[in-house]
């Protein structure tokens, strides 16, 4: 048990309470974000005067030693520190000795984990958001190759109107982009200094925050609440949030390509070092990468929802149960980047069975809506048309037939607006290129918006 307070107590911790309080075992993950932290603290100390150079100089190199052996293996973290701040300024005062113990001056753990954790989470968002960049690429890249690859589009999962697989992929792209977009306005919005506010109520040393929050990079200043700079979370929350729409826009699509990869649609095929096999059933290839984002999903929900019901009930400032932010938060950013990173990998090899796509719009009446729109250009009422393609429908059932296989006699029999010009007019090319509004899978709009994303992601 090594520990940075004991002053006042004249017993020993008992080893359950230490071991039940103790953080090391997951907050040494930030021990580069504390060296860097208290490297920043104490070059302002020396500044304001309340350390003398040779003490800042003394630290600095005893802190960067620290990080350089830890880097490399030569120190490891021990678990019998109480937690990463203690094991650091406890190995600072056994290597440097005297100047080592003035390092706290000014400052509290509370202060110091609420910077740790916000540097930490800082640094993850832009990971996050580099990764968001490459899976946009990638669908980007599908949709490029997949302008004029018609499939249905569906709505109840029914075959509903013809559509392109570009146009389909863009609808993730959006997604996607949204979620760049969430990530970039949080790291905005978290990026204030919490270093200064001491334990709750600032300190009585002449601290120069405003130096400090510049040398960490916190564009947004320091915090103006000492009270609320320690003990606020918010911005775990809503990474946390925004994490969990990641999450749920990679189901989505994860969903997606599980029925598409399925024996019964086989519009994609996983590529093979993406699939795993059966141990029973030799014929097998499984679309476990896709099932297993899908089912980390409610993990990552999971913690956001933990963080909020731990956050619930506290008075401020801070209070222990504000350690177990960081678990959570650990667990759903790790499972976040490995899920978007296997996605990206696995869409990006993936096949697209672009006959096999082409032939299920065929078969649908995924053209039943442009044949009632050729009524209604013909003058007939919207209803009449709907109801008068509702019996040709009908009738091509009954045949086994797909509209465009109906001879022009049947559709003259029901409807004698009907002309030879139908076929043209329902054909897969002409119902998904007449849809040129903005935002439509038609050829024109789609080529629009393709090089509107290009743009994008030259600007990123
Ligand atoms: N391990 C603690 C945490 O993660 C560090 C802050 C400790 N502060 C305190 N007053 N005990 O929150």
Partial sequence: MAQLWGGRFTKETDRLVYSFNASISFDKRF??????????????????????????DQIVQGLEGIL???????????????????????????????????????????????LDMKLY??????????????????????????????????????????????????????MFRRDHERLQDIYRRMNTCPLGSGAL???????DREYTARML???????LNSMDGVSDRDYLIELLSALSTIMMHLSRFSEEVIIWNSNEYQFVEIDDAYSTGSSIMPQKKNPDIAELVRGKTGRVYGALNA?????????????????EDKEWVFDAID??????????????????????????????????????????????????????????????????????????????????????????????????????TTGAPGRHAMEETIALYRKYMEEY
Avoid at 39 to 44: G, L, R
Avoid at 83 to 111: C, M, Q, W, Y
Avoid at 201 to 207: E, Q, V
């Fill in 31 to 56: 021990y580069a974000q504390d060296i860097k932290g208290s490297i920043a603290h104490v070059m302002m100390l020396a500044r304001q005067g309340i350390l003398t150079d040779y003490e800042k």
């Fill in 335 to 436: 499972t976040t980047k490995g899920c978007l990173a296997l996605f990206t990998g696995m869409i990006r090899t993936m096949e697209f069975r672009k006959d096999r796509m082409e032939r299920s719009a065929r078969n649908g009446f995924t053209n039943a809506t442009d044949a009632a729109d050729y009524l209604v250009n013909h003058g007939v009422a919207f209803r009449d048309a709907h109801g008068i393609v509702g019996q040709l429908v009908l009738t091509c059932i009954e045949k086994g037939i797909a509209l465009d296989e109906l001879p022009l006699k049947d559709y003259r029999e029901i409807s004698d607006v009907f002309e030879e010009d139908i076929y043209e007019a329902i054909s897969l090319e002409t119902c998904v290129n007449k849809r040129i």
């Fill in 201 to 207: 109520a600032g300190t009585t040393y002449p601290l």
């Fill in 307 to 323: 963080m909020l019901a731990t956050m619930k009930g506290i008075p401020l400032a801070y209070n222990k149960d504000m350690q």
């Fill in 121 to 174: 989470t800082r640094d993850e968002v832009h990971l996050l958001d580099n990764q968001v960049e490459g899976l946009l690429h990638a669908i980007l890249a599908i949709m490029e190759d997949n302008i004029d690859t018609y499939m249905p589009g569906f709505t109840h999962l029914q075959k509903a109107q013809p559509i392109t697989l570009a146009h389909h992929m863009g609808a993730y792209f959006e």
């Fill in 68 to 114: 350089d052996d830890v880097e490399s293996g030569r120190l490891e973290i021990s678990d019998k520190y109480e937690d990463i701040h203690s094991f650091v300024e406890a190995t600072l005062i056994e290597r440097i000795g005297e100047p080592g113990k003035k390092l706290h001056t000014g400052r509290s753990r509370n202060d110091q984990v609420a």
């Fill in 217 to 223: 990079g916190f564009d947004g200043g320091p915090t």
